[in-house]
């Protein structure tokens, strides 16, 4: 059996940093939205036993397994089977890039190989699975827009998003989420963030866009503020930094004010453009 999904891009459109915890990890509050920015994932059940990936493009380093073979080979495990797996990874989002690429692609291994093997596991058990590859995996399984809390892993499902473009805009600056995190200051930490309420206008978006690693970055990779400035003046309500960057969107009321913005973008600059919109629904995306 061959099937294939569309894994989604992320962006935070806030991402506020509380604290360091003992365990490494950070708590963290964030509204995270899924975008229609994928990732093709093809899965081939196969006789031979084991996990197999080919991703064109993506080098891992000798001691680095890609994380949709460690989801497929964990979902494998738990339920006692086994079978082979082949996945095939088309790689669009941006690697290191603070879109979340290789956390979609683990939960879409694990909803899809859900779904081809009839296992039957509810959006909670993979969710439980997923957390244990990485805190961004339980949040493309829960398939809406999200206030994220704890580590990123405890979800509430926010409601009344506006309906607005955005256009990405990725410098090709790769930046290690470990390194942004180690190089944060923490300051005061504020407990009293609650989930924002949104009318149907663009500017309920722009009036939350906050992320504290903005800074971070920047300092090390001025060329964000740059583009979060053209962004600004081809018309955008708004400009943020997604995660630990460098990807760098802008609110757009409508797609034809997106798209003038993106193809101005692409002819004046090196980066790479796209032109987005929210993706919600549970379960695979098939592709």
């Not at 975008?35 to 080919?54: H, K, M, N, Q």
């Amino acid at each position: 059996m061959v099937k294939t999904y569309l894994a989604p891009a992320k962006i935070n459109l806030c991402l506020h940093v509380l604290g360091k915890r003992p365990d490494g990890y950070h708590d963290l509050t964030m509204l995270m939205q899924r975008i229609s920015l994928y990732d093709r994932i093809t899965l081939r059940l196969s006789a031979e036993p084991g996990v197999r990936v080919r991703c064109a493009g993506v080098s891992l380093k000798p001691d680095q397994e890609n994380i949709a073979a460690r989801a497929a080979r964990g979902l494998l495990d738990s339920a006692d089977l086994h079978t082979g797996v082949d996945i095939e990874i088309d790689k669009q989002i941006p690697v290191a890039a603070g879109l979340g690429g290789g956390s979609s692609d683990a939960a879409t291994v694990l909803m899809g190989l859900n779904e081809m093997l009839d296992l039957k596991l509810s959006s909670q058990a993979l969710r439980e699975q997923g957390v244990k590859l990485g805190a961004d995996v339980p949040f493309f399984i829960f398939g809406h827009a999200a206030w994220a809390t704890g580590i990123g892993d405890v979800l509430q499902k926010v409601e009344d998003l506006p309906p607005v473009w955005y256009v990405l805009v990725n410098p090709g600056i790769a930046v290690s989420t470990a390194w942004a995190y180690g190089n944060l200051r923490l300051t005061s930490r504020r407990d009293d963030l609650k989930i924002p309420r949104f009318s149907r206008v663009v500017d309920s978006v722009t009036a939350v866009l906050h992320n504290d690693l903005e800074e971070v970055t920047v300092d090390q990779h001025p060329q964000i503020d740059e583009v979060k400035r053209r962004l600004t003046v081809l018309g955008a309500a708004g400009a943020l930094m997604s995660g630990s960057g460098s990807t760098v969107f802008g609110v757009f009321a409508g797609e034809v004010e997106a798209g003038a913005a993106a193809e101005r973008l692409q002819q004046e600059s090196g980066w790479r453009v796209f032109v987005v919109r929210p993706v919600d629904g549970k379960g695979p995306i098939n592709g």
